[in-house]
Structure formats: C-alpha cells, structure tokens
C-alpha cells in the first residue's frame, strides 16, 4: 500500500472541510515515533495536537483501556454510573489550580468543554455576554467559531456567529498590542459595546495554541482576575492544549499566581482516548439544573480508565519535571540558531510548550513561505512538525514528554538541519 494511493481514496471518500498537514497515512505508533503504511519511520513532534503528551501507546495506558474493556464499554454514566469516572473526578478536582471547593464534569471533546463551560457560566451568572481574545482558538462548534479569534479557516462560509460573543487584542508586544493596549481596548468595550454588569465570563487560553503559542503576560492574567472580581465576571481558562504537563506544570494557570473560575481541559487528559473536562468552584458547577449537562458518551468508561492512567504515569515518571528538562534542550538549540538565522523572530515557551517564530529580515514582515519550508524540509527528513499564529509563521513543538533521549537528539539534528537549509535557500 502507498500513502498516495490512500491519498487518492481520501480525496473521493472524504470531505475537503477536513484538511490535513500531512500526506503521510499512519499504520502503526509507539512512543514519540509513527511507521507510515510503507513502512517509513517518522519522529513524531506534533503528539496529535498535544493530545498523546505520554507517548502513543503508553503501556500503563493500554493496560488501564485492556482492563476496562474486558469489563464493560459503555453504559451512559447518566444511566448506569460507574466509580472510575467518581474518582478521576476526585483527582481533577484536587489538581485544577484554586484553593476551593471543586466539582468535575466530563464530556467528549475540547469544543465540547468550552460549550458546556460557557452554558455553566451563564446559569451561574444570570449572564449571556462572553470576552474572548483575537487569535485565541476554542473549538468548531458554533459557540467555539464564535469565541475563536480568527476566521480562515474556522469562521469562513458559516454564516453569522452566535451572538453576545465579544473580542478583545490579545496582548503581544512582538505584533505591536503591549497589555496597557490590550487592557484599554477591553476598557473601551466595556464603555461603548457591552455592560460590564451583563458578561457572564472572560475565556483565554493561558498560552494560545493555534494563535501561535503566546503566553498571557502575567500582568494581563492578574488584571484580567481583578477586573473579573469587580465586576462578577467568571474567569475560564481554556487549558485544552495546554494541560497536563506541557507547561512544566499540570496546569498552565499554576504559572500565573491566579487561579480561574471554570477550567476546560481535553487533549492530553485521555492520552490517545477520547475524553474531556470542565472542572469549577463547586457553587458555578452546581448552577446548572439536573439533566442540563451531560451527553451520551460524556466521560464514556474506556476515556476515564485512559485518563485515570494517565494521571498515574505524569506522577509516577515525573513528566512535570522532564518536560522542563526537555524544554530547556529544546530552547538553548532554538537559541543557538538565532546567530545564523536571522529569520528567527522569537524562540519562547514554558515548559515543552515550544516555539519558534520567522520574520523576513529586512521588514519583520511574517514569514508563513518560511515556517512552511522548514516544516516541509522536516517532513521529508522523517520529522512531523506543525505550523500556527494568525499569520501562519510558527512553528510549534509538541513532542510527547516521554520521548526517549535518542530520539529527541536526531528530531532535533533534523531540525536544526531543515531551518539551515531553508535560511540557506532564502
């Protein structure tokens, strides 16, 4: 079988609406490594959007799926309840940044979680308007293209979004927007679009993910907590892409001294199974009525057994510690290309949250034709990367923690390899 044979299906059998990095057909994956279905071995530095952060195939993982299945898949936990779910709830409650009270809901997808966190806020709340920030990426549900802060390729031909959704900059000095500009347009909203008194809630992606992995200046967070507590404004953290120890930490809120009201969370809680989150003070989470929350698969028994596991090998490997280990690898060869490539723009990050973004040299114009090139080059050299930010010029990193020393060193010889060669070529 050859990957342009299935390619060739793929485009008859499937919608274009689904678009795809990659040409390359998975056929098998361990670790931090994929085999294509000719049997080409690519390192694997985009884990699936941050979701397999324990490596593909974890054994503690599998083994907690094996043993669910042997028992039971699914019953509806609406239905017939089952105690795995109780505990990972127990277990989120007490590892969501806060000092309260916390109560744990589960669903599907990260979309999922951000729709059921903003209909939580609003009943908490009595409330409708939501502040979301320009880049900033929340899903592909109605709400989510909504609250999603850019419009190709997530809003386009959808017609109108839901409504009392509001933007406000997104504070990056690199594109010109400090956080006293970011603070004052939110200042200006207040005064002229909507009644502070009527926004039920902020949501911000503590480091965007498909924006371009920026992280809120912590400034900005603690402004944004206080000016939530004035006003009575809830505070939801989108911590999707990054949970579970991208950061360095559980939780990238642990960075900022502040906690959040309701935090969403998917990706990397089921380490390859579907699953996901939202987890609040016990009061919001309580709001909603009996039957307002919930879903037929929401926390379905084989998603909460990969979850339960997955919290085990982040304690029991160290994956907090190894992901700052791996970050700071990561950076200091990032940094050390900045001294022959001058398309380098900015290397930032916390944790193994990585990335790089390309400038043209001469005009600091963002160069998506470079981060592109450079992805390609990888691509054809056995690395999978993958691009974000509004202007499509960066590349993220988003390597399992568990990627075993060796092969962290070759995808990183690969990589310093393909921006040479790109920056060669300009």
Same mark, same amino acid.
């Given at each position: 079988?050859?990957?342009?044979?299935?390619?060739?299906?793929?485009? #008859?059998?499937?919608?274009?609406?689904?678009?795809?990095?990659?040409?390359?057909?998975?056929?098998?994956?361990?670790?931090?490594?994929?085999? #294509?279905?000719?049997?080409?071995?690519?390192?694997?530095?985009?884990?699936?959007i941050?979701v397999?952060?324990?490596?593909?195939r974890?054994?503690?993982?599998?083994?907690?799926?094996?043993? /669910?299945?042997?028992?039971?898949?699914?019953?509806?936990?609406?239905?017939?309840?089952?105690?795995?779910?109780?505990?990972?709830?127990?277990?989120?409650?007490?590892?969501?940044?806060?000092?309260?009270?916390?109560?744990?809901?589960?669903?599907?997808?990260?979309?999922?979680?951000?729709?059921?966190?903003?209909?939580?806020?609003?009943?908490?709340t009595?409330?409708?308007?939501?502040?979301?920030f320009?880049?900033?990426?929340?899903?592909?549900?109605?709400?989510?293209?909504?609250?999603?802060?850019?419009?190709?390729?997530?809003?386009?031909?959808?017609?109108?979004?839901?409504?009392?959704?509001?933007? +406000?900059?997104?504070?990056v000095?690199?594109?010109?927007?400090?956080?006293?500009?970011?603070?004052?347009?939110? #200042?200006?909203?207040?005064?002229?679009?909507?009644?502070?008194?009527?926004?039920?809630?902020?949501?911000?992606?503590?480091?965007?993910?498909?924006?371009?992995?920026?992280?809120?200046?912590?400034?900005?967070? /603690?402004?944004?907590?206080?000016?939530?507590?004035?006003?009575?404004?809830?505070?939801?953290?989108?911590?999707?892409?990054?949970?579970?120890?991208?950061?360095?930490?559980?939780?990238?809120?642990?960075?900022?001294?502040?906690?959040? #009201?309701?935090?969403?969370?998917a990706?990397?809680?089921?380490?390859?199974?579907?699953?996901?989150?939202?987890?609040?003070?016990?009061?919001?989470?309580?709001?909603?009525?009996?039957?307002?929350?919930g879903?037929?698969?929401?926390?379905?028994?084989?998603?909460?057994?990969?979850?339960?596991? +997955?919290?085990?090998?982040?304690?029991?490997?160290?994956?907090?510690?190894?992901?700052?280990l791996?970050?700071?690898?990561?950076?200091?060869?990032?940094?050390?290309?900045?001294?022959?490539?001058?398309?380098?723009?900015?290397?930032?990050?916390?944790?193994?949250?990585?990335?790089?973004?390309?400038?043209?040299?001469?005009?600091?114009?963002?160069?998506?034709?470079?981060?592109?090139?450079?992805?390609?080059?990888?691509?054809?050299?056995?690395?999978?990367?993958l691009?974000?930010?509004?202007?499509?010029?960066?590349?993220?990193?988003?390597?399992?923690?568990?990627?075993?020393?060796?092969?962290?060193?070759?995808?990183?010889d690969?990589?310093?390899?393909?921006?040479?060669?790109?920056?060669?070529?300009?």
């Amino acid at each position: 079988m050859l990957n342009a044979e299935v390619a060739a299906r793929r485009t #008859d059998a499937v919608s274009r609406g689904v678009g795809v990095t990659t040409q390359v057909y998975a056929e098998r994956a361990e670790n931090a490594e994929i085999w #294509d279905v000719e049997g080409r071995r690519y390192i694997d530095f985009a884990a699936g959007i941050a979701v397999v952060n324990t490596g593909h195939r974890h054994p503690k993982v599998i083994e907690a799926v094996k043993a /669910q299945l042997d028992r039971f898949t699914h019953t509806c936990h609406q239905v017939v309840p089952y105690e795995n779910y109780v505990r990972l709830a127990e277990r989120l409650n007490d590892l969501v940044p806060g000092d309260f009270k916390k109560k744990t809901i589960f669903v599907t997808t990260g979309a999922e979680a951000v729709e059921n966190a903003v209909k939580i806020a609003r009943a908490a709340t009595n409330r409708s308007a939501v502040i979301a920030f320009t880049g900033g990426f929340h899903g592909r549900t109605f709400m989510g293209m909504a609250l999603t802060g850019k419009v190709v390729p997530y809003k386009s031909g959808f017609g109108a979004m839901m409504a009392d959704v509001f933007h +406000v900059p997104f504070p990056v000095e690199l594109h010109g927007t400090s956080v006293e500009d970011s603070l004052s347009a939110l #200042d200006k909203l207040f005064k002229a679009d909507v009644d502070p008194n009527r926004v039920a809630a902020f949501i911000i992606e503590p480091i965007q993910g498909e924006g371009g992995f920026y992280e809120v200046p912590r400034a900005f967070m /603690q402004k944004l907590r206080e000016l939530a507590d004035k006003h009575g404004i809830l505070l939801i953290a989108d911590e999707v892409q990054t949970g579970f120890s991208r950061t360095g930490k559980h939780f990238a809120m642990e960075h900022f001294g502040v906690a959040a #009201d309701i935090t969403t969370m998917a990706k990397g809680l089921g380490g390859g199974f579907p699953i996901a989150a939202v987890t609040g003070r016990a009061e919001i989470m309580d709001a909603p009525g009996p039957g307002g929350l919930g879903g037929t698969y929401g926390g379905n028994a084989v998603g909460v057994a990969a979850g339960n596991a +997955v919290l085990d090998v982040i304690e029991e490997e160290g994956l907090n510690e190894r992901a700052e280990l791996l970050g700071n690898r990561l950076e200091q060869r990032l940094q050390s290309l900045r001294e022959t490539v001058p398309q380098i723009a900015d290397v930032r990050g916390p944790g193994f949250m990585k990335a790089v973004e390309f400038n043209l040299p001469a005009s600091k114009t963002p160069s998506p034709e470079f981060a592109n090139a450079v992805r390609q080059r990888a691509l054809d050299n056995g690395l999978i990367l993958l691009t974000c930010g509004v202007y499509g010029n960066v590349i993220r990193f988003l390597a399992p923690i568990t990627i075993q020393d060796d092969v962290f060193a070759e995808a990183l010889d690969i990589l310093e390899k393909a921006v040479h060669e790109t920056a060669q070529e300009a």
